[in-house]
């Protein structure tokens, strides 16, 4: 199955809570595993990716959590700010040759002031 | 920074009728994507392009898509009879090498077929 289930669908975050966006996959043939952000009216931008031989990647207030076992990983964003609101999609890629990924449908990320 | 570029912003048109969408990649990537978002779903993979040629393309890249590098710096996606089904946002990507590296995304071209 190339299918990525991402949840939950929205979330709405206080400034300064954390919020936890939850991805999970069938194909154990996925080894590469980026979270893209998406701002209305633009393009998605890839936010922090992690490949499956680590459990954890941080990159500032962005972690990564990764469960090789249970095929889940979960984007955990710290001190969430407004300016992270935002739409988060996960998603996933083989080693096939050609990065083509596979999105999961998307968290819209409302953070209140 | 080098960023990929889709023109135009928006295209509107009526059913029937056929479409361009171009594509400026970055200039040092060889690997080059389509992707369509219908409003409010998700990002879905359309066709991948590499050395002058189809890569991989998905179920939904049937017989009225084709894509095109017709010179060294523009890649194109042309619908030849839009149905209204195609309405989304399409937008164009492009990696520096394959396998899992990172993709840019463009800014999108909003596709209204009527």
């Known amino acids: 199955q190339q299918q990525v289930k991402q949840s939950p669908q929205s979330l709405i975050v206080q400034k300064g809570g954390i919020s936890i966006i939850n991805c999970a996959y069938e194909n154990t043939a996925f080894d590469y595993f980026p979270w893209y952000q998406q701002f209305p009216g633009k393009g998605p931008a890839l936010l922090i990716a992690?490949?499956?031989?680590?459990s954890e990647k941080k990159e500032g207030r962005f972690t990564i959590s990764f469960n090789k076992s249970a095929k889940q990983f979960s984007l955990h964003i710290m001190d969430s700010q407004p300016g992270d609101s935002a739409t988060y999609f996960c998603a996933a890629s083989d080693d096939s040759g050609y990065s083509t990924l596979t999105f999961g449908k998307g968290t819209m990320l409302l953070v209140s002031p | 920074e080098p960023e990929v570029t889709q023109t135009p912003s928006h295209q509107v048109t009526q059913m029937g009728q056929e479409v361009i969408l171009r594509c400026v990649p970055i200039?040092?990537?060889?690997?080059f994507y389509w992707y369509r978002q219908i409003l409010g779903q998700k990002v879905e993979f359309l066709v991948s392009?590499?050395?002058?040629?189809?890569?991989?393309k998905s179920e939904i890249f049937d017989d009225q898509f084709s894509v095109e590098r017709p010179d060294g710096s523009n890649f194109t996606l042309k619908i030849r009879s839009t149905k209204l089904e195609d309405s989304a946002m399409y937008f164009c990507a492009s990696s520096e090498k394959g396998g899992n590296t990172e993709a840019f995304f463009g800014q999108g071209t909003r596709l209204t077929v009527v």
């Open positions: 992690i490949r499956p031989d680590v």
């Open positions: 200039s040092n990537h060889l690997y």
């Open positions: 392009f590499y050395n002058n040629e189809i890569s991989e």
